[in-house]
């Protein structure tokens, strides 16, 4: 993968990235109170990192960038397999931005729907899938029986794939809002 | 030329964000009734060999209050305080220690060492950098809608957002552009290796502590207490 991002792009990923974390971390946090809530965090989180992806990549069209914006995001996970499913999806969106184009805001759409569906899988759908009685198990020393009972009960396969499925409608939700408010200050202001 | 140590003794940054790295790793996993307390006096610990003892004592009366706090509330409040909040102040501590503890040009030179990429090394370093002027931004945003009289009661979660996120942003791609111009100047682009006037060796005694720190972390793992 050739890259030619310079000082300046690095530094802008930099800034907006951690925009991006403080959003998946801050944005979410009342809803994790509920059990229930925790189906709509990464519906939450589908919706509003959108502005940060679109800018990152109107702002950096280069190679390299959403990669680096993907890794990050998945350091902030904490998990491996989350950092993992990050970076696969970092070169997943890389993949989309070469073939149709950087900067281009239908290839931004496509590959931040599909950052937001493996988000959606590696965040809320992976430990239930693959560790359920390591994660339940957690969840009753964390949380206490009665909510682990709950989340454990929500996250049926027809319910998982519910989810994935509203997390995609919810990410091009996401784009649509992100597009509006880019065109509504960014680009008056002269910022792209 | 080893700079002389005006705060008294100080681990190598990397044992620091060792620390925060481990604290951030296990502090959804571990599962002991006590693991936030387990956790929080690793951290604290290393807040007082760092001579960091304000930071230690701010923090544990943080903990403290928290504590009590996760004792006398119940319900979905419970949870929140037992669950996040009390094992946030552990990687808090350890966050505040390890940015106190040195300048962020040692910690950009020691993970330099380490042979992390630029292409991760800059993103990484300007993150760490900018943590606490995205919290100012975001106070100053605030104090600014007072002023103007822009209230949020009554307003959509939608527009809430737009409210804070558009000046938050503007804010931080203005300072992004000010930040890369001033790096360019010096020679942040320039491809040849790169030297430090600040000195940063991983000494013995850095050794020692990463080695006892990954031993106590992976016991507290390993025994679940």
């Avoid at chain 1, 000082?7 to 991006?20: E, F, N, P, Q």
């Avoid at chain 1, 999806?89 to 493996?118: D, N, P």
């Avoid at chain 2, 387990?38 to 604290?44: H, Q, R, T």
């Amino acid at each position: 993968m050739r890259n030619n991002l310079k000082a300046k792009d690095l530094v802008m990923t930099g800034v907006l990235s951690l925009l991006g974390v403080v959003i998946m971390y801050v944005v979410p946090m009342p809803f994790v109170i509920n059990p229930y809530g925790t189906l709509i965090s990464p519906l939450i989180q589908a919706l509003f990192l959108a502005i940060v992806y679109f800018l990152i990549g109107s702002k950096v069209p280069k190679t390299g960038a959403l990669l680096i914006f993907c890794i990050i995001m998945g350091i902030a996970g904490m998990a491996l397999y989350y950092i993992a499913a990050l970076f696969v999806a970092g070169l997943v969106v890389e993949f989309i931005m070469k073939k149709q184009g950087y900067g281009s805001k239908r290839a931004l759409t496509v590959s931040y729907i599909l950052f937001a569906v493996f988000n959606c899988f590696a965040g809320s759908l992976v430990p239930y899938l693959f560790f359920r009685d390591a994660t339940y198990m957690q969840n009753v020393q964390l949380y206490g029986e009665k909510y682990a009972n709950t989340v454990k009960s929500v996250r049926s396969q027809p319910i998982m794939l519910g989810l994935i499925i509203a997390v995609g409608i919810m990410a091009f939700l996401g784009t649509l809002f992100s597009k509006r408010l880019l065109k509504k200050h960014f680009e008056k202001a002269g910022i792209l | 030329m080893v700079s002389k140590k005006k705060n008294g003794f100080q681990f190598d940054p990397r044992v620091n964000l060792l620390t925060v790295v481990l604290t951030a790793s296990l502090m959804f996993i571990l599962q002991g009734e006590y693991a936030s307390v387990y956790l929080f006096v690793v951290v604290i610990s290393m807040a007082a060999l760092n001579c960091k003892i304000k930071i230690g004592i701010k923090y544990t009366v943080i903990f403290i209050f928290v504590y009590g706090l996760s004792l006398i509330t119940r319900g979905a409040l419970q949870v929140l305080i037992k669950a996040f909040v009390l094992r946030g102040v552990s990687l808090g501590a350890a966050v505040t220690v390890m940015i106190h503890s040195a300048d962020t040009s040692k910690i950009i030179v020691s993970l330099r060492q380490m042979k992390l990429p630029e292409q991760l090394l800059i993103p990484f370093s300007v993150m760490l950098r900018f943590f606490s002027t995205l919290i100012q931004d975001i106070k100053l945003i605030r104090f600014g809608m007072k002023t103007r009289g822009i209230s949020l009661i009554g307003k959509s979660p939608v527009m809430i957002y737009e409210l804070y996120l558009v000046p938050v942003i503007m804010r931080m791609v203005k300072t992004a552009g000010n930040l890369s111009a001033a790096a360019e100047t010096r020679g942040i682009s320039w491809k040849g290796e790169k030297t430090s006037y600040e000195q940063v060796r991983f000494r013995v005694v850095d050794a020692a502590a990463a080695v006892i720190l990954t031993g106590i972390y992976t016991f507290l793992f390993i025994t679940q207490l």
